[in-house]
C-alpha cells in the first residue's frame, strides 16, 4: 500500500503527495504505467450507441473521455440517421485535434431479424452484441453507454486487457454489490452471472478472442461462436427477460464464466451504490473511476450528486483550467447535496477527479 512504501518512484512519475493515493494505487500506478510502455502506438477504441434524445449526453461522454486521457482515441459512433450530421459538426469542432478521431455507423442488425433486435429493451440498446462482427478490423474496444462519465483517463481501464488471463475475453463490473438489493438473485427468472449478475454499461472487451470463442450453452450440446448464438438465447429467453442484452450476456457468462474478467465497482459506479448508504467500499477508498449515471438521473432531480456531476463537465470549456473552471464549481455544488444518501459521501465523487486533474496538469508541465 502506497501510503507505507517509498513515494520516490509515486512522486517522480506523479508529482503528488502520497497521501491523496488510495489502497494499492503504488502498484496500479506501476503496472498501468508498464503496460503503456509497453503499447506505446496503441491507440483505443471506444464505442457507444447513440438514440433519440441522447446527443447531448453522448457529447459529454466523450468531452470526459478526451479530458484526462493519454494515448489517443478511436470513437465508433453508431447513431440514428438524424443524429449523424449533429455528432460530425459538434466533434470536428472540438480542439483536440490529434488526440481523438471517429467514425460514425448507422444502426444495424441482421436483416432477418432486426424488428426483434430493434424492440427488444430499448430501440437501438442490443447493437452492442453486434459490435464484435460489425466492427471485424478491431481488435479490442471499450464499449459504453451514452450515461457515461470517465473521472480518470480511458487507458487505466484499457489497461486491464493486459490482466486478462487466457480465458478471458470480456470486463464487467457486477450489477450490485449489496444482494440484499440486488435485482438478478431476487427477481430475475434466467440464468445470471455470479450472485448478483453483471452490468453492461461499461464493457471492455478482446473481440478477437470474443469471434474465435466457442460458448457453451443450454441450448445444444454443440458450442456456438458468438455470431450463432445471439438468436438462439433471444428465441429462447425473450419472455423471460426484462433488461434485454445485458440479460443476454448475464446467460452467456452464466455458461461461461471462465471468460469474463470482473471490474470493482468504482469503475461502474451507479446510484444503487450510495441512495440506500453507501455499499461501494473500493470507491470510498479511491473515488469513483467512472460514473454511471443510468434511469436518467443526469437529467432529473432524484439524484443530484449525479446531475451535479453531469453538468460540470457538460459545461466545462476546453483549455479552461480544471482545477478553478470544473473542479471548485462541482465542489460546492456537491455540498448542497448532503440532504440526500449520495450527497453524504459526495467526497467520492471528486476524490479521483482531483488527481485526475492533478495528474493532467503534472504531465502537461513536463511538456
Partial sequence: RCKNLSVSFWN??????????????????????DYMKTHPSEKMHLAVVACGERLEETVTML?????????PLHFHIFAEDQLRESF??????????????????????????AAEWKKLFKPCASQRLFLPLILKNVDSLLYVDTDILFLRPVDDIWSFLGKFNSTQIA???????????????????????????????????????????????????????????????????????????????N??????????????CQWNYRPDHCIYGSNCKAAEEEGIFILHGNRGVYHDD??????????????????????????????????????????RVYKVFTKQLTKSIRDLNARRSKG
Avoid at 446467460?251 to 470493482?264: D, G
Wanted: net charge positive; glycine share 6%.
Fill in 12 to 33: 517522480s512519475y506523479w508529482m503528488l503527495p502520497s497521501d491523496v493515493c488510495g489502497m494499492n494505487c503504488f502498484w496500479e500506478a506501476a503496472f498501468r504505467y
Fill in 63 to 71: 468531452r470526459s473521455a478526451i479530458i484526462f486521457s493519454i494515448k
Fill in 88 to 113: 460530425k459538426v459538434i466533434l470536428d469542432e472540438f480542439p483536440y485535434e490529434g488526440r481523438f478521431n471517429y467514425t460514425l455507423y448507422p444502426i444495424t442488425f441482421p436483416s432477418e431479424s
Fill in 171 to 249: 470486463a464487467m463490473a457486477p450489477e450490485h454489490e449489496e444482494p440484499r438489493i440486488g435485482w438478478y438473485n431476487r427477481f430475475a427468472r434466467h440464468p445470471y452471472y455470479g450472485v448478483t449478475g453483471i452490468n453492461s454499461g461499461v464493457m471492455l472487451m478482446n473481440m478477437t478472442r470474443i469471434r474465435r470463442k466457442y460458448f457453451k450453452n443450454d441450448m445444444t450440446p454443440v458450442r456456438l461462436q458468438w455470431g450463432e448464438i445471439l438468436m438462439p438465447l433471444l428465441k429462447k429467453y425473450k419472455l423471460n427477460i426484462t433488461w434485454g442484452d445485458q440479460d443476454l450476456l
Fill in 251 to 264: 446467460i452467456m457468462f452464466f455458461h461461461n464464466p471462465e471468460s469474463l474478467y470482473v471490474f470493482p
Fill in 302 to 343: 432524484k439524484q443530484p450528486t449525479f446531475r451535479a456531476v453531469y453538468e460540470a463537465i457538460k459545461n466545462y470549456s476546453f483549455g479552461d483550467d480544471l482545477v478553478h473552471s470544473l473542479l471548485q464549481p462541482l465542489e460546492q455544488e456537491l455540498q448542497k447535496t448532503m440532504h440526500t444518501y449520495c450527497g
